[in-house]
């Protein structure tokens, strides 16, 4: 049968189909047309009504394809609203961030109401959003020669700058890019704050940054031997993983620990090295210097180990990690790596199922520097710079200590601090009562006497080779 027959056929069967309900008779003449086709009608008898002309050998693809489509339903959320969407920015602001810039926002509405009572001038009273350039640039300068902290002092030159660049971040979040330091339109208020800060500075104020310090070898130790640090006790343990994570991974202030998981998503992990030597890894997901977003796409996390102790396994953080998280309570709900002590523990379950908070985990290096009699500023933040420091005593390279503080440029500069004996010695070898060593050198570039002086007090030893 040629194509045009088969399609005349086709023809005439779609013509007796329509007619069947009007004409009885056209029932013999429709079943011979469908005898007539029997073996070359194509089978429409599809799996699904949305496919037509699939060859047989799609099959598979076919039902693979409906079995994702009926699974579709648990690829996405339920239906956010804008509520929700800006819950989900929100979240992923620094907090940090936004209660300087709350602050910065709230002082510059107070300094406009005192403005405006004392002057009877509303010249600057509008909201500080809805100002054009150059009113805001006149108003941020009166402002930021004018503005004093709560005991009627000058603020430092840096908390000078992060208030006016506070307020600009407060702009820039509301859909308004505003540079109060590059645009000409705001030269003027560049001008202010740079006269001002000079200003404090020629006055002294500000020109010591207040620096957490360092806990040394000897501190800890007598936070060891004062049972200070240990693992006797629900809040004891606590305080000294603590203290080690703090120390062993450099970790930052109190937040840094409070975003600490446990689980399958946790960013310390027990893990065995080619030598089979236990150690514990941390792998950094967010952190000031890594949000994890847009910016920071392609920054590598900061990854870092802490081996097992054993000529001191009392100290040993990976015996101590193991404690701790056995002393986890069943099924517990909660996946904070930190968990509140219980009053009372319950068999080997020594804690709740609820995470400490951050404000309590900021607050511990303090706590136990208080409780040892300690006498300085101490922070969650003396634990990074401890870290930093002693490595840089022992003559780590910066790239290795960076590494570990996970820095990224030459900041970690601002971690290390020398030591009292580091100064001492600085001091003696400018006044001449050093103990002093020599590189040997050469004496003569056609040969000659290499020498080494080495000079201890009143002994002095000359060695020519």
Not at 59 to 83: A, H, W
Not at 330 to 337: I, P, S
Not at 423 to 436: F, K, R, V
């Amino acid at each position: 049968m040629s194509d045009s027959d088969s399609n005349a056929i086709f023809i005439t069967q779609s013509t007796f189909v329509e007619k069947l309900s009007t004409d009885p008779d056209t029932d013999a003449v429709l079943s011979d047309i469908l005898d007539m086709q029997e073996n070359t009608q194509p089978n429409f008898n599809l799996r699904n009504s949305i496919f037509s002309d699939i060859s047989s050998a799609d099959d598979e693809s076919i039902v693979q394809c409906s079995m994702e489509m009926e699974k579709m339903d648990s690829r996405f959320r339920i239906p956010l609203n804008t509520v929700d969407l800006q819950n989900m920015v929100d979240s992923g602001k620094s907090a940090k961030t936004e209660n300087k810039t709350r602050w910065a926002i709230n002082l510059f509405a107070n300094w406009q109401k005192e403005r405006e009572r004392v002057t009877k001038s509303k010249q600057y009273s509008s909201p500080i959003l809805e100002m054009k350039d150059s009113l805001l640039n006149e108003a941020l300068s009166f402002f930021i020669g004018e503005v004093r902290n709560e005991a009627g002092s000058d603020y430092r030159p840096n908390t000078m700058y992060e208030l006016l660049i506070s307020i600009q971040h407060h702009f820039r979040t509301n859909g308004r890019f505003v540079s109060f330091l590059d645009d000409k339109t705001f030269s003027g208020l560049k001008a202010v704050l740079d006269s001002k800060m000079k200003e404090l500075s020629k006055k002294g104020i500000g020109l010591q940054r207040r620096q957490a310090d360092i806990i040394t070898q000897e501190q800890e130790e007598k936070l060891w031997t004062k049972n200070i640090l240990g693992s006797d006790s629900p809040q004891q343990l606590l305080d000294t993983m603590i203290f080690m994570i703090g120390l062993n991974f450099a970790l930052r202030a109190g937040q840094e620990h409070r975003n600490l998981r446990y689980g399958e998503h946790s960013q310390i992990c027990v893990k065995t090295d080619t030598e089979n030597r236990t150690y514990l890894e941390y792998t950094e997901d967010v952190s000031k210097t890594n949000r994890g977003g847009i910016m920071h796409r392609k920054l590598d996390p900061k990854v870092t180990r802490a081996y097992e102790n054993q000529k001191q396994p009392e100290k040993c953080i990976v015996k101590l990690n193991t404690k701790f998280i056995a002393a986890r309570p069943d099924n517990c709900n909660n996946d904070a790596f930190y968990l509140r002590p219980r009053k009372y523990t319950q068999g080997n379950v020594w804690y709740q199922d609820a995470p400490v908070g951050v404000h309590i985990l900021q607050q511990t290096v303090k706590r136990l520097c208080e409780q040892a009699g300690f006498q300085g500023f101490y922070t969650n933040h003396s634990l990074r710079a401890t870290a930093a420091t002693r490595l840089y005593g022992a003559g780590i390279d910066e790239q290795l200590i960076s590494e570990k503080t996970g820095h990224r440029s030459n900041a970690v500069r601002a971690y290390k601090r020398t030591s009292d004996q580091q100064q001492c010695d600085i001091s003696n070898i400018l006044s001449g009562n050093s103990n002093s060593v020599k590189v040997p050198r050469l004496e003569s570039a056609n040969g000659g006497n290499t020498e080494i002086n080495i000079e201890t007090g009143a002994v002095k030893i000359h060695v020519k080779y």
